[in-house]
């Protein structure tokens, strides 16, 4: 079906979808890797791509066969380089996205994709607990499960295995706990370990307020679906990072446990 023609091209309704889906891949790339360090990686060799393709056309044999041969390597060291974004993409993609009834075309956008989640957390306690560390300056970081039960990051520390209440997690972020210089996860309202290793981030324009706590709570939030709750132990502040972002502070939040709740469940 030809929609118009202009001299000798012809403008079809496929090849408007076609630059339509283009578009969506394009902006669904940079949403995960901007920030990052991959993304300077990935402009450095997009640049490269361009060169290439102007040379090529211009019949450039020479140049055009040695950008050839580094384009050919480079796909498989993007691979390699892109590693981490492509887990996030596959991620997203391998979710099982919630349905949206009464706008189901809306649900289809990748800005919009949902995870049908089911939890049993009290985030009363949490709450709680949090705002007791806000109090008394104490670190604290807890990681709470989503779609992924975490069990890499969950072998890297200490077995609890135990219901969440606040005064378990008050006792394990206490500071002369040894458990306490680590991450607690939570799947639904168990803490399943504590002293856990997090990924840190790469991201290079993270604002230097922000120390090793929020940086290995920003990763586990880039490589996994997870909500990572973070008490900084020199302000106070609380934040949460998800989906690869960190939220403002929350300390002066009347109903924290409301925000966590809408913030977890991804809840306008």
């Known amino acids: ?3 118009f023609e202009i001299g000798f091209l012809t403008f079809r309704l496929l090849d408007f979808v076609d630059i339509l889906l283009v578009a969506f891949l394009i902006y669904g790339l940079y949403r995960i890797v901007k920030g990052s ?3 300077n990686i990935f402009i450095g060799f997009l640049s490269i791509y361009v060169i290439w393709f102007i040379v090529r056309a211009l019949s450039m044999k020479l140049l055009t066969t ?3 041969q580094f384009i050919g390597v480079g796909a498989i060291a993007l691979l390699i380089v892109f590693q981490q974004e ?3 993409a596959l991620l997203l993609i391998g979710r ?3 349905t949206d009834p009464a706008k189901p075309m809306r649900s289809l956008l990748p800005w919009n994709w949902r995870t049908a989640y089911t939890s049993e957390i009290n985030f009363e306690e949490l709450a709680t607990a949090c705002r007791h560390f806000s109090a008394t300056m104490t670190g604290a970081i807890i990681v709470l499960g ?3 039960e975490l069990r890499f990051f969950i072998s890297t520390g200490v077995m609890i295995d135990g219901e969440m209440t606040s005064k378990l997690l008050e006792s394990i972020f206490y500071k002369q706990n040894p458990l306490h210089d680590g991450a607690v996860i939570m799947i639904k309202n168990r803490i399943k370990a504590a002293s856990c290793i997090l990924p840190v981030s790469e991201l290079s324009n993270l604002s230097v307020e922000y120390g090793l706590r929020h940086r290995a709570a920003l990763g586990v939030a880039e490589q996994t679906d997870a909500m990572a709750i973070v008490v900084s132990e020199q302000t ?3 934040t949460v990072s998800s989906k690869g972002r960190i939220s403002e502070d929350l300390s002066g939040e009347t109903e924290l446990d409301k925000k966590f709740y809408r913030m ?3 809840v306008e």
């Open 236 to 238: 106070g502040r609380i």
């Open 146 to 148: 989503r779609s992924s």
């Open 66 to 68: 040695i950008l050839y």
């Open 1 to 3: 079906m030809k929609l």
């Open 37 to 39: 360090i991959a993304f």
């Open 96 to 98: 099982t996205r919630g």
């Open 86 to 88: 492509i887990r996030r």
């Open 264 to 266: 977890y469940f991804e």
